[in-house]
């Protein structure tokens, strides 16, 4: 895909003013950035009456993640601590309990990512799969297979991995690859198998009293929003998907996207776009190196880092 690049001689007064808020927010600190700019304050963390309005709410059963929480995803590299959001999404396997402790102690809430619909072979469980099990490779992703989600096998095994994160102390889980209805998985699989297998995560999930995120399926998004608590996407801006996504923005539920594409990350005038967009449809946007290793991210909400 072309590199997009705007003169910055176009922006108009408005937007140079919203580039110069980031630029500040640092030297001002997220607390006086709100009270400098309370019109940015909408989607943000400053909205903290509201945050704790819906934690009381919907703490009763299990942690549900309101509007206005910001977000951080790493899944490799030595992870970030220091990093101003009250929801971390980390590794299953490799995030041990004690992280995992000091993060909630420290008050962030913590989503457990794992795989559910690919197996991946380095993984501590990888010898609970039967061959059968294992599908066509993953484009892309060296070591990754496509699973069978009929198989009951591999239903009993991700029922174990979210009795993992359970006995971690994850607050949720991103289960990834649940889209597999699409792909050429090397498997018969339907929209209505991928539709009961989703469900069924999610029932599972509630059950150990875990919060879930739908993970991209944005075609199975009107079937299954009232089944999940919050959307994790990757790319809807940069190919134009994200309307399907106001389900889960109208259903009060958060909508947690990550941009990968190198012109958010080199172009400041269309990381400013990014945000002004995300800002109105009320999503929690990052943007982020694919392999999510913590090098760098930029936040609509809070800044770079």
């Known amino acids: 895909m072309k590199k997009l690049i705007i003169?910055?001689?176009?922006?108009?007064?408005?937007?140079?003013?919203?580039?110069?808020?980031?630029?500040?927010?640092?030297?001002?600190?997220?607390?006086?950035?709100?009270?400098?700019?309370?019109h940015k304050n909408?989607?943000?963390?400053?909205?903290?009456?509201?945050?704790?309005?819906?934690?009381v709410e919907n703490n009763e059963e299990y942690f549900k993640p309101s509007l206005y929480s910001d977000w951080y995803i790493q899944l490799n590299g030595d992870l970030r601590r220091e990093i101003p959001a009250d929801i971390y999404d980390v590794d299953l396997f490799d995030t041990s309990e004690k992280?995992?402790?000091?993060?909630?102690?420290?008050?962030k809430?913590?989503?457990?990512?794992?795989?559910?619909?690919?197996?991946?072979?380095?993984?501590?469980?990888?010898?609970?799969?039967?061959?059968?099990?294992?599908?066509?490779?993953?484009?892309?992703?060296?070591?990754?297979?496509?699973?069978?989600?009929?198989?009951?096998?591999?239903?009993?095994?991700?029922i174990e991995r979210l009795q993992l994160a359970k006995e971690k102390g994850c607050d949720g889980v991103d289960p990834d690859n649940v889209d597999g209805y699409t792909q050429n998985t090397g498997f018969n699989i339907s929209y209505a198998d991928q539709l009961e297998y989703n469900k069924f995560l999610s029932e599972e999930a509630h059950r150990l009293g875990l919060s879930i995120g739908l993970k991209n399926d944005l075609e199975q998004i009107k079937d299954l929003v009232s089944?999940?608590?919050?959307?994790?996407?990757?790319?809807?801006?940069?190919?134009?998907?994200?309307?399907?996504?106001?389900?889960?923005?109208?259903?009060?539920?958060?909508?947690?996207?990550?941009?990968?594409e190198e012109k958010y990350v080199n172009d400041e005038t269309e990381f400013i776009k990014l945000c002004e967009d995300?800002?109105?449809?009320?999503?929690?946007?990052?943007?982020?190196?694919?392999?999510?290793?913590?090098?760098?991210?930029?936040?609509?909400?809070?800044?770079?880092?």
């Open 42 to 55: 909408k989607y943000g963390k400053f909205h903290k009456e509201n945050i704790e309005a819906n934690e």
């Open 109 to 158: 809430k913590v989503i457990c990512y794992f795989n559910a619909g690919a197996y991946e072979d380095w993984r501590e469980d990888a010898d609970k799969f039967n061959p059968e099990d294992i599908g066509n490779p993953m484009d892309n992703w060296e070591g990754e297979y496509w699973l069978n989600i009929n198989s009951e096998n591999v239903r009993k095994i991700m």
């Open 227 to 260: 089944y999940f608590d919050f959307a994790v996407n990757e790319e809807c801006h940069q190919y134009n998907e994200c309307d399907l996504l106001t389900p889960f923005i109208q259903s009060g539920k958060p909508v947690l996207n990550i941009e990968y």
């Open 7 to 38: 003169p910055l001689s176009i922006i108009s007064i408005s937007t140079v003013f919203f580039y110069t808020s980031f630029a500040h927010m640092k030297k001002l600190g997220r607390e006086d950035y709100g009270e400098h700019y309370p």
């Open 99 to 107: 992280t995992i402790q000091e993060l909630k102690q420290s008050g």
């Open 278 to 305: 995300a800002h109105k449809r009320g999503f929690k946007t990052l943007v982020m190196p694919l392999d999510l290793d913590g090098s760098f991210v930029k936040s609509c909400d809070y800044g770079k880092w």
